[in-house]
């Protein structure tokens, strides 16, 4: 609408140099203007629900025994969409399209009212007017002492030069010298020639100057306070256009951890915390986040649910992770949720509020000290592979069909040639010549350290260790080998 809008106008700027071809001209003649009309009516049409209106008669008539009246009904619909029409921006629709009509040369003026239609595509002016509408009380007393003051300056300088100065010939003349004086403008087309007149305008460029600096405190104060709506306005119209993305609620230890490796991973995903401290901090790391309540229903509806991937739910606080978990799952019974638990008993609770699963960091960190205790160097190398420390790590690559390994034995995979161990393999179903060696793990079974028997397929997931580059690449052969 904007084009159409911009487009429009130059045609009709054009039309006044007379330098508008036939086709263009066309255009604006039939095609902007058809465009404007039916935009105009189907704002009229869905300002107010007809049907809501409708049915209302058509109950109260039921119950009162008395025949539906539809003029009534006509009357009431009229009322609804008028109330629409008498608008600032319905009146500025409908004078948008008057220019159109050519007969009549004087609608050329109307022609600004389809610039002030772009009012209603663009954010950030309608955030200005926004912002400017919280301080009208300020602004109002503001217009009001200004037009006062100029009114005084203007009366004053007429008193006072009205008889002496050739450029004042009346009291307009004199008002519009107070105006551009108090606005530290200064054309100088007109200027005073006695002493207590340009005393009287020392005095009016001061007062001026204060004024100015009273307007721009105003407006200063009435951005500082919208900023950080603006700020969280912008960063939510942002993440509504992300695509299959992971959802973070709380910006805790864990979570920070997470982020990281999504950010390594180069997957998207947006952070949501209650706490205006963590979020900055978030902020300055580099993530995506936003301040709000992930128990919000209006903050969730706003959220392009349909393209969340998967959501972790890692605040300090199992109470707060429960009611974020059953809120979602309002939302979304499918999607998986990865909780943090304290306890194994609250993660049993968070179990049943809906949470695929969950992690307990106390649970965690008990079998690693206990690993210290009685195998340190064990120790040393769980926690080099954990914390990425030397570039070794564990990842998952997962089968692709049609690609060089899917259906090719564990013995038959160049592992080695790769520089990488294999430590397992996920699967979806049971092959029934090894059934004994296998865990149930994420609804599939996982066969640790597999036997050169075990064939893999499409879908199943290798979980390897060795350094991030040769699993990289790794992964890389396997999709360019699905490619060819």
């Not at 209603?120 to 301080?135: A, C, D, P, Q, W």
């Not at 180069?266 to 706490?275: A, G, Q, R, Y």
């Not at 996982?446 to 290798?462: C, K, Q, S, T, W």
Request: net charge neutral; aromatic share 12%.
């Amino acid at each position: 609408m904007i084009g159409v809008v911009l487009f429009s106008v130059a045609v009709l700027i054009l039309d006044i140099e007379g330098r508008v071809p036939p086709i263009v001209s066309f255009l604006d003649e039939y095609l902007v203007t058809t465009t404007f009309i039916v935009e105009y009516l189907l704002r009229v049409w869905v300002y107010s629900d007809v049907r809501e209106i409708i049915l209302e008669e058509a109950e109260v008539s039921a119950l009162l025994g008395r025949p539906f009246r539809s003029w009534r009904v006509f009357l009431k619909i009229l009322k609804n969409k008028f109330e629409y029409m008498i608008t600032p921006m319905a009146i500025i629709d409908l004078l948008a399209i008057l220019p159109s009509y050519r007969p009549l040369r004087i609608l050329r003026i109307f022609l600004l009212f389809r610039l002030f239609k772009i009012l209603r595509y663009s954010r950030s002016i309608n955030t200005f007017i926004e912002v400017l509408g919280n301080k009208k009380f300020e602004l109002f007393i503001l217009l009001l002492s200004v037009g006062f003051v100029t009114f005084i300056g203007g009366a004053l300088i007429y008193v006072l030069e009205g008889s002496k100065n050739p450029n004042i010939h009346n009291f307009f003349d004199a008002f519009y010298w107070s105006f551009i004086t108090i606005s530290t403008v200064g054309y100088g087309d007109i200027t005073p020639v006695t002493p207590e007149g340009r005393t009287l305008t020392i005095i009016l460029v001061i007062v001026g100057i204060g004024f100015i600096s009273f307007a721009t405190s105003i407006i200063v104060s009435a951005f500082s306070e919208k900023l950080d709506q603006l700020k969280e306005e912008r960063r939510l119209f942002s993440a509504k256009k992300l695509q299959k993305f992971s959802l973070i609620c709380g910006f805790s230890d864990e979570a920070e951890r997470v982020a990281e490796r999504l950010k390594e991973d180069k997957e998207p995903f947006i952070i949501v915390d209650i706490n205006r401290e963590r979020v900055e901090e978030a902020i300055e790391r580099g993530f995506k986040a936003l301040r709000a309540d992930a128990t919000d229903r209006t903050f969730l509806k706003e959220l392009n649910f349909e393209e969340i991937k998967r959501i972790f739910v890692l605040t300090n606080d199992d109470i707060v992770n429960a009611f974020i978990i059953l809120s979602l799952r309002s939302f979304n019974r499918n999607v998986p949720i990865v909780a943090l638990a304290s306890s194994p008993e609250n993660g049993i609770k968070l179990k049943n509020a809906g949470a695929t699963y969950v992690v307990e960091p106390s649970k965690g960190t008990a079998v690693l000290t206990a690993t210290y205790v009685v195998s340190p160097h064990i120790f040393e190398v769980l926690q080099t592979i954990l914390t990425e420390r030397r570039g070794v790590v564990l990842d998952e690559v997962r089968v692709i069909g049609g690609s060089y390994i899917d259906g090719e034995l564990v013995g038959e995979i160049p592992f080695s040639r790769y520089k990488l161990l294999c430590i397992g393999v996920w699967k979806r179903r049971n092959p029934q010549n090894i059934h004994k060696w296998y865990l149930q793990v994420d609804g599939g079974f996982f066969f640790f350290n597999p036997p050169a028997y075990l064939r893999v397929e499409e879908g199943d997931i290798l979980v390897v260790m060795g350094y991030r580059v040769n699993i990289d690449y790794f992964r890389f052969n396997i999709e360019r080998s699905a490619i060819k």
